[in-house]
């Protein structure tokens, strides 16, 4: 079963930037839908972004225009670029591999933008 892990959360400054990487244990050439998910807390889980194995991705209106999903299958790794973050970014973000009889989630990383 292939396990997920996010990196590069962390402590950001309002309109700084971070960039979350999310490693597979396996192929991700596969995987029919990547995204990322985030948490704030007393708050439900909410997509972010997603992105398919065609590479399209779809955005939640509040990050269109400031945060960016890729994937590189080559270093089975899922990216998210955030940019202009904002106070109300401050969550766990996790990602998730899903698609057919697969729905991996990584455990989260942490985000934080303050001043």
């Known amino acids: 079963q292939v396990q997920l892990a996010e990196s590069g959360g962390g402590l950001v400054q309002p309109g700084g930037s971070l960039r979350l990487s999310c490693a597979s244990s396996g192929s991700i050439f596969s995987i029919l839908f990547m995204g990322w998910y985030r948490q704030a807390p007393g708050k439900e889980r909410e997509l972010v972004a997603l992105?398919?194995?065609?590479?399209?991705?779809n955005y939640a209106d509040s990050v269109k225009g400031r945060f960016t999903i890729s994937r590189d299958n080559a270093k089975d790794t899922l990216y998210l670029q955030m940019n202009s973050l904002k106070p109300e970014d401050t969550a766990v973000y996790y990602c998730?591999?899903?698609?057919?009889?697969?729905?991996?989630w990584g455990q989260g990383t942490q985000v934080t933008v303050s001043s």
């Open positions: 998730r591999g899903w698609g057919g009889a697969m729905d991996n």
């Open positions: 992105i398919s194995s065609a590479g399209h991705s």
